[in-house]
């Protein structure tokens, strides 16, 4: 076995717009020479004996064919082997000024213990585990031990509803789920245990639920379903064998929406993903060996996946794991953590920054943040006032930010600025990461090759960080991805290239929405609406939102003969019943109530004339000549909607 204990030798270093461009040339050019390189920063039980082997027809995609490894081995072991007394993990809990730090020798044994808990339940190589758990160690044990088995791991948000999280159990038939009695999200408890009863309710399919104590409160416990983690693993050895997987054996499944109602669980296998999470993480972030990774994502998104937990672990980086809200108590709890924890990275979303900045400059003032040198944002578009007050003000001018474009489905970031080399833009993100080779297509399909363009984004080629199917579901997989232009992956994007080559990406172009970050489909808020007993139909459309970047208004069609004491109430149960059925992430801002939904004749929703309505741009409607009934215009351009 070949051990690459210094992974980080591995990862080319780019100090220039020269070295960009030579290494993204060759690895275009030369994929095959600069693909094998990159994987010497993993450990392989046996080294692959190839790099990609891809058939675009079938959107069937395997990289490092022949080669096997384990996950966990290399985010754990051999550190664990080499420096055992490094922090691998650094949890800032809820309270303020309360910090646990795990060594990798820690890590490995925790890992181990709860590797053999999931085993005396009957896990093995292939099954599917579920996630629903508060940002605790135990969470990334628990991703870790999964790996280390060859179990797939599904993180679900623990902000999801038990309707969600019980649809996301079936749909990957997970038998066994781990969850916490309750998570701090700043002063509020979530009663987790509460809502994986209600998911599981009724379900023979989950024989075990494992429940971390992360509070003292009592939860009821179903006899012979139900365990407290901590029991379990005391009575559990801290060794336990690695199951040596084959590259393309899957390594997590990650829900993310889609354009239609039904979650899309995006699979990720073991090499591919590995390779790239790990070199995107050295040289996006500009790594150095005693860095410490701070990155606010929740483990319930990919970026928690990619760049808390794997990116950062496989290079044996120190990765802090943030269990609260970057502004608990104060807009100062995210500065002070970056001082206490001396992060040289620091990596959040605009939606965050912009409520952090909202609070005032005065909550800078408590801290140095001296220690940060990349300042990274992914999620969705930075706007240039966020991005300045990022760069002038919390890094004062010193540190370098990069605005990081990536997908659940990408597996790591795609297009991003190299910190200290690419010339900044604000709002751009700039340039292709090594390996894609990007395409700017108009809705005809041509492809737009000149610079000063816009159009639907893609990728023309295999990156081995890409997702490989939607779990039972490839022909969704092949539709979604890559039915739209054909040969292409279609990333769902909108974006612009401007005259100097570089990219912003402005946009989903599809029924997909980006709240904070967070990605909802239209419909699965419409569905969610439409199951309230008043509502007859509901449309939901994205309006500009200071905070959220984009907010969610919906326009509801009520039953007949339904009555109601007022709006407000009756917005108030609407509002209830999205949190029921998706969760709080998904709750309307605005709402109006109209006699019938703008459709073409075919019965499609126009979503672009209500889009309009509800921002107030009421002047230039486009066509809508083509609606079904066109007499309904006069009534939505009546009563101008009340804003978020
Ligand atoms: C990593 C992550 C993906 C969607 C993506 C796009 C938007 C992400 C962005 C961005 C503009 C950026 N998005 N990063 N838009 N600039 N730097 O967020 O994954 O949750 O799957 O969301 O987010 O619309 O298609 P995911």
Not at 91 to 119: D, M, Q, T
Not at 271 to 293: E, K, M, N, W
Not at 513 to 520: I, M, P
Not at 590 to 619: D, H, N, Q, W, Y
């Amino acid at each position: 076995m070949k051990f690459a204990d210094e992974p980080l030798a591995y990862h080319p270093k780019v100090r220039s717009m020269e070295d960009y461009e030579t290494l993204y040339r060759q690895s275009l050019e030369e994929p095959e020479v600069f693909w094998s390189e990159r994987a010497r920063a993993l450990s392989w039980f046996y080294p692959p004996h190839s790099t990609m082997d891809v058939d675009p027809e079938s959107a069937d995609v395997a990289w490092y064919s022949g080669g096997r490894l384990n996950a966990c081995f290399n985010a754990v072991d051999r550190h664990a082997a080499h420096r055992p007394n490094k922090i691998a993990l650094v949890w800032a809990k809820n309270e303020p000024g309360a910090y646990e730090r795990i060594s990798f020798r820690k890590l490995k044994h925790e890992v181990c213990r709860l590797a053999n808990v999931l085993k005396s339940f009957g896990v093995r190589k292939g099954d599917r585990v579920c996630l629903y758990m508060p940002m605790i160690p135990e969470l990334v044990y628990a991703m870790l031990a999964c790996a280390r088995i060859g179990a797939v791991h599904s993180v679900v948000f623990a902000g999801f509803s038990a309707e969600s999280l019980r649809e996301r159990i079936l749909d990957a038939g997970c038998e066994v789920v781990l969850t916490a009695n309750e998570a701090l999200r700043g002063a509020k408890r979530i009663p987790l245990k509460h809502i994986v009863d209600d998911a599981v309710e009724g379900l023979s399919l989950v024989h075990t639920v494992l429940v971390a104590r992360r509070t003292d409160v009592q939860v009821p416990m179903h006899a012979g379903r139900d365990h407290f983690l901590d029991e379990v693993m005391d009575k559990h050895r801290s060794t336990c064998p690695v199951e040596w997987m084959a590259a393309e054996d899957p390594l997590f499944i990650l829900y993310t929406s889609g354009s239609t109602g039904k979650p899309k669980g995006v699979l990720h296998t073991t090499g591919g993903y590995l390779v790239y999470a790990a070199l995107t993480h050295a040289v996006v972030f500009d790594l150095r060996p005693d860095d410490v990774h701070f990155c606010t994502a929740d483990l319930g998104w990919i970026t928690g996946h990619s760049y808390v937990v794997y990116g950062p672990l496989v290079n044996g980086t120190t990765t802090v794991l943030l269990e609260t809200l970057p502004n608990y108590p104060d807009a100062s709890r995210i500065w002070e953590v970056v001082d206490d924890v001396k992060a040289t990275q620091l990596y959040t979303a605009p939606t965050a920054l912009r409520s952090l900045m909202a609070a005032g400059d005065a909550y800078l003032e408590t801290s140095s943040r001296d220690t940060l040198r990349v300042l990274a944002s992914a999620g969705e578009p930075i706007n240039p006032e966020a991005w300045r007050w990022y760069h002038d003000q919390v890094g004062k001018g010193r540190a370098a930010v990069v605005d990081t474009f990536w997908q659940t489905e990408t597996g790591g970031v795609l297009v991003t600025p190299l910190p200290f080399v690419t010339p900044a833009k604000p709002g751009s993100a700039t340039k292709p990461f090594f390996g894609v080779e990007l395409a700017i297509l108009d809705d005809q399909g041509h492809i737009l090759d000149q610079n000063g363009v816009s159009g639907n984004l893609c990728v023309k080629r295999s990156w081995p960080g890409q997702a490989r199917t939607l779990y039972g579901d490839h022909r969704r997989f092949r539709e979604t991805y890559y039915a739209r232009f054909p040969g292409l992956y279609f990333t769902g994007d909108g974006c612009l290239r401007d005259e100097d080559g570089d990219i912003w990406v402005t946009g989903r172009v599809d029924d997909v929405l980006n709240v904070s970050g967070h990605r909802l489909g239209t419909a699965e808020v419409e569905s969610a609406l439409s199951e309230h007993d008043a509502i007859a139909e509901a449309a939901v459309v994205g309006i500009p939102h200071a905070i959220k970047g984009t907010g969610i208004f919906a326009y509801v069609v009520l039953r007949p003969g339904v009555s109601y004491r007022s709006e407000i109430e009756l917005q108030g149960a609407l509002k209830e019943q999205v949190r029921h059925a998706i969760g709080p992430i998904a709750t309307p801002d605005g709402f109006r109530i109209v006699s019938a939904l703008p459709k073409t004749r075919s019965g499609k929703i126009m979503r672009r004339i209500l889009r309009k309505i509800a921002c107030g741009e009421t002047e230039n409607l486009g066509d809508t000549t083509t609606l079904a009934d066109p007499t309904l215009m006069d009534e939505l351009l009546e009563k101008p909607a009340e804003g978020a």
